[in-house]
């Protein structure tokens, strides 16, 4: 198993209880392989926490493999075992045309390396687009727009977000 992952659990145990429940903390599961993933679910477990009750926990350690069977196998397998409300670290176009659709939330930062690469949007004054508002906006229209119709991403829907 990854090293941290059994402080990650448990100390999100601590910040999630009722000691501190004003604090907006998620819970991340994280490992290498199915089987490291499936372990940090048990931690949750041990230490009290039911991930499948979490509005949302964050998927850790993917974001080099996010476009892979392997990632895809390690989300259907934490949604097998009813961890469904998933939030993908760093996962990407390929990413989320592979498995969005089983993504209850994403982030990247690849539309701001590349905003800084390119000339700024013709409405914006600012030397790059790299912190845009508006340029995030067009390239979360894009990726939308890339994923095939037939996968549902209600989350990803412009009136959710």
Sequence with gaps: MVAGTAGTALGWGCLGSPLAPDLPFDPVVQGWQ??????????????????????????????RRQATDEAAEIVDTLHSVGVGRLHGFGVKILGLRRC???????????????????PPLPECTHVTCSNCAR???????????????????????????
């Design 100 to 118: 969005g659709q089983r993504l209850a939330s994403a982030d990247s930062m690849a539309w701001s390396i590349t905003a800084r690469y390119r």
């Design 34 to 63: 199915v089987d490291d993933y499936l372990a940090c679910v048990d931690l949750y477990a041990a230490a009290g926490v039911d991930l499948a009750a979490a509005p949302v926990v964050g998927l850790g350690s993917v974001c």
């Design 135 to 161: 340029f995030a906006l067009a390239w979360r229209d894009d990726v939308i727009a890339s994923i095939p119709p037939h996968e549902p991403l209600s989350l990803f829907d412009r009136e959710a977000a």
